[in-house]
């Protein structure tokens, strides 16, 4: 008998709103492989910078791997809503997805870390790269076509956007 995953627990004391920085892990339904297929992973990046954009985020890092995508991203503005941003990706792509999908996308909580000014983006940005080489996905980071950062060119990532990533 399956149990259902319980959502994560958020912080009822703090607002989510502002210039904020998070580290965010979205596992698929049942740890399904569904971003083994480049058109959905492609779509569903296109969700995510247009749901960034539109809630006013950016984009630091992500890496959509075969069963969950880790991003991270800071809002922009004093008025940037994290729980709205995420809320819209999510069901953005899901929409985006079900034809490609047939099932739920997204297993039904997520995982944020609210990271601290004291913590580095560099040291986030390389775990997140740096998955597809862990997991043996890949044995050079550079031709892993699901994962961006800025400043370091590469040949693919997302859509409508000059690409580049960092090296770790």
């Not at 698929?28 to 492609?42: E, I, M």
């Not at 954009?53 to 994290?82: I, K, S």
Request: aromatic residues 14%; glycine residues 4%.
């Amino acid at each position: 008998m399956a149990f259902p995953t319980p959502m994560p627990a958020r912080f009822r004391e703090f607002s989510y709103t502002g210039r904020w920085r998070y580290f965010v892990t979205c596992p698929t339904h049942k740890r399904a492989r569904v971003f083994d297929s480049d058109q959905l992973a492609r779509r569903t990046i296109t969700a995510l910078l247009h749901g960034a954009r539109e809630h006013e985020f950016a984009v630091l890092a992500y890496c959509f791997m075969p069963d969950h995508v880790h991003l991270l991203v800071t809002g922009d503005t004093p008025r940037a809503a994290f729980r709205p941003f995420i809320r819209v990706f999510r069901r953005r792509a899901a929409w985006h997805c079900r034809d490609l999908v047939g099932v739920r996308l997204w297993q039904r909580g997520y995982y944020e870390r609210v990271l601290r000014a004291h913590e580095p983006n560099e040291r986030v940005i390389a775990y997140i790269l740096d998955n597809p080489l862990r997991a043996g996905i890949v044995t050079d980071l550079k031709t892993y076509p699901y994962s961006w950062t800025k400043g370091w060119p590469v040949a693919t990532g997302p859509p409508s956007t000059i690409v580049e990533r960092s090296p770790s």
